[in-house]
């Protein structure tokens, strides 16, 4: 069974800083893929970044990077340069193997509020 | 590209009545369609998959004969609620695999499901 961890309901951080939200998971899958997603006020999912299980380097998108540690089963998120509109609820997702292609599902964590301050 | 059109976005109904929410794929072929709920302050909740032409698979604990899920076509996924009840008010959202590589996910915009 898959299960992602978030440890951390809530986060404040000042406009401009950088900020690291946790993530970790669990799974007996060798080939499994990360995923960050952003949900606003408003309820939509927002696609932040991916790190796949055999990727090499770290993913790295505009402001967001994924801090990947495989050996410790985690999967950080940082923000770098907080905006007031990154405050946002924040869910790390895990996608295991299973059928190839689109037949896999999606394992959310209970996600962090962050909100970033003036 | 790959876009999911969840409606209705929101829609209030008596307790008793069934309601039903569509998510169709604008600009691909949308094989297989994840519904998801959502209770305020909480985590997603995978309740089903649905394949076209074939039965959905649903999660341990969903009822089968209340959620109501029918993937028509390949651009077409439903989700009936029926016989609602105030505890199935919740926010409901659809997402599919997204392609060309498909290793992503694309959202609906999500139903916010207020049962009277």
């Known amino acids: 069974a898959q299960k992602i961890t978030q440890t951390q309901p809530g986060m404040f951080v000042q406009e401009k800083e950088a900020v690291t939200l946790d993530c970790t998971y669990d799974?007996?899958?060798?080939?499994?893929?990360l995923f960050w997603y952003k949900q606003p006020s408003s309820g939509e999912m927002i696609f932040l970044i991916y790190q796949g299980s055999y990727d090499q380097q770290n993913a790295t998108e505009g402001r967001y990077s994924l801090n990947f540690q495989k050996a410790r089963k985690s999967a950080n998120l940082v923000i770098s340069a907080s905006q007031l509109g990154d405050s946002a609820m924040y869910f790390c997702a895990m996608r295991g193997r299973g059928l190839t292609g689109g037949g896999n599902k999606l394992t959310f964590g209970t996600g962090t509020q962050l909100k970033v301050e003036l | 590209g790959a876009v999911v059109s969840q409606h209705p976005s929101w829609v209030i109904c008596k307790s008793g009545t069934s309601v039903k929410i569509e998510c169709r794929s604008l600009?691909?072929?949308?094989?297989?369609m994840f519904w998801y709920r959502q209770f305020p302050k909480q985590s997603l909740m995978l309740m089903a998959t649905?394949?076209?032409?074939?039965?959905?698979?649903?999660e341990q604990g969903v009822e089968k004969d209340k959620f109501l899920i029918n993937h028509a076509s390949l651009t077409l996924s439903t989700l009936t609620v029926t016989s609602a009840h105030p505890e199935d008010s919740s926010f409901y959202i659809c997402s599919a695999p997204r392609p060309p590589a498909n290793y992503g996910y694309t959202f609906g915009s999500g139903t916010r499901l207020t049962v009277v």
């Open positions: 799974t007996s899958d060798p080939s499994y893929g």
């Open positions: 600009d691909f072929q949308a094989t297989t």
């Open positions: 649905s394949n076209e032409g074939s039965k959905a698979t649903y």
